[in-house]
C-alpha cells in the first residue's frame, strides 16, 4: 500500500509539473519573428511601425526576433525557416521576398506581410478578391499609379519619352511598370522600361535609361532603393529628374513622389498583428489593407539641382 500510495504521489506530481510548463507557456507571452528583405528608408519605417503598435496594444507581453536579409532571397528562406523551428507566433515579412518565404515555410504560423505592392503577383494567385486566406494576410504599399503618372504629367508636362527603371527580379515593381506603362502612354508619352538585375548593374542601366529619357520613373523597388546614391550619381549630372514610387527613393535619387507613409503602413500591420495573437480576429478572413492617404513631396536639393520649380501643393521632403 506505501509502494501504491509513494507511486500514486509520484505521478501526481509529474502531472503538477506537466501543468506547470503547460501554464507557462501559455502565459499571454508572444513572439514574433520579423524578416526585412534590406535595411532602407522605407522598410525601416514600416518594421518600426509594427513594433510600435504591437508594443502599444500589447507592452511587454510581446518580444521580437528581429532579422534582416541583405537583399538576398535565399537568406529570407533561411531566416523563415528559424522562425518556424523556433516556433514563433507570428511572422511579420517585410517585402516581397520575405513574404514569399515566409508562405513557403509555414501553413501554420500566421503571417502578415507588409511593403508589398501587389499580393496577386507577389503569390501566383490565379484570382485576387482582396483576402489572401489560410494563414497570410497583411498591408499593401500601392500607390494610385494613375496619379503617379498623372503627377509626373503635371511636373513635365513638355517631355516625351519616359523610362522606367526597375528590378526585374522583383514581381511588385513588374506589376508597377506594366501598369504605370499603359497610363503614361494615355497621356501621350512614349514609354521603355530598362531593368537591372541587382546591385551590381544598376549604373549602367540607369546610365542607359538616362540616354534615352527625358525623365525616368522608378516604382517601389527594394533593390533602388537600397542603391539611390548609384543611381543619383548618375540621373542628377545627366540633368535627367526622377519620379520615384516611394519617399525614400525621393529623398535619394529623385525630385518628386506621391507617396504614402511607411510607418503608418507598418503601424496598421501591426494593429493586425495584435488581434490575431489575441484571437480578436482569424488571419484566413482578414482582407489585406490599404494605405488611405498619400503625400505630393519634393526633394529641394535635387530640384535646384536640375533647375526644377514645383508647383503649389507639394510637402518638401525631410
Known amino acids: 500500500m506505501k509502494k501504491l500510495l509513494a507511486i500514486l504521489l509520484v505521478v501526481l506530481m509529474l502531472v503538477s509539473m506537466t501543468a506547470c510548463v503547460q501554464n ?6 508572444y513572439v514574433v519573428g520579423i524578416c526585412q528583405l534590406v535595411q532602407h528608408e522605407a522598410l525601416d519605417a514600416a518594421t518600426q511601425g509594427f513594433k510600435d503598435a504591437l508594443v502599444k496594444e500589447l507592452g ?9 536579409a541583405s537583399n538576398e532571397a535565399p537568406a529570407c528562406t533561411t531566416i523563415i525557416n528559424g522562425f518556424v523551428a523556433s516556433g514563433v507566433d507570428l511572422i ?12 513557403a515555410g509555414t501553413d501554420k504560423i500566421p503571417v502578415l506581410g507588409t511593403s508589398v505592392t501587389d499580393y496577386a503577383s507577389a503569390l501566383e494567385l490565379d484570382s485576387w478578391t482582396g483576402t489572401v486566406g489560410g ?13 503617379q503618372a498623372a503627377m509626373l504629367k503635371e511636373l513635365f508636362p513638355d517631355k516625351k519619352n519616359v523610362g522606367l527603371l526597375y528590378c526585374v527580379g522583383e514581381p511588385n515593381s513588374q506589376y508597377q511598370v506594366d501598369v504605370i506603362t499603359v497610363e503614361l502612354e494615355k497621356l501621350g508619352y512614349t514609354v521603355k522600361a530598362f531593368g537591372f538585375t541587382d546591385t551590381n548593374d544598376v549604373s549602367s542601366v540607369a546610365q542607359a535609361a538616362c540616354s534615352a529619357s527625358d525623365v525616368i520613373y522608378i516604382p517601389t523597388d ?14 542628377v549630372p545627366a540633368k ?6 516611394e519617399s525614400g527613393i525621393c529623398k535619394g535619387c529623385g525630385v518628386a513622389t506621391l507617396s504614402i507613409d511607411y510607418y503608418d503602413l507598418g503601424y496598421a500591420t501591426g494593429l493586425m498583428a495584435a488581434k490575431i495573437l489575441t484571437g480578436q480576429a482569424d488571419v484566413s478572413s482578414m482582407p489585406v ?4 492617404e498619400f503625400t505630393k513631396m519634393y526633394n529641394a536639393e535635387n530640384c535646384a539641382a536640375l533647375g526644377i520649380t514645383i508647383p503649389e501643393g507639394y510637402a518638401p521632403l525631410s
Open 24 to 29: 507557462e507557456n501559455d502565459d499571454g507571452k
Open 60 to 68: 511587454d507581453k510581446v518580444t521580437f526576433e528581429e532579422k534582416n
Open 92 to 103: 511579420m515579412a517585410n517585402a516581397t521576398p520575405a513574404l514569399q518565404a515566409a508562405v
Open 135 to 147: 494563414n497570410v494576410s497583411g498591408t499593401s504599399d500601392l500607390a494610385p499609379l494613375a496619379d
Open 222 to 235: 527594394n533593390t533602388a532603393a537600397a542603391n539611390t546614391e548609384a543611381i543619383a550619381n548618375v540621373v
Open 240 to 245: 535627367v529628374p526622377v519620379v520615384a514610387g
Open 289 to 292: 489593407e490599404y494605405a488611405s
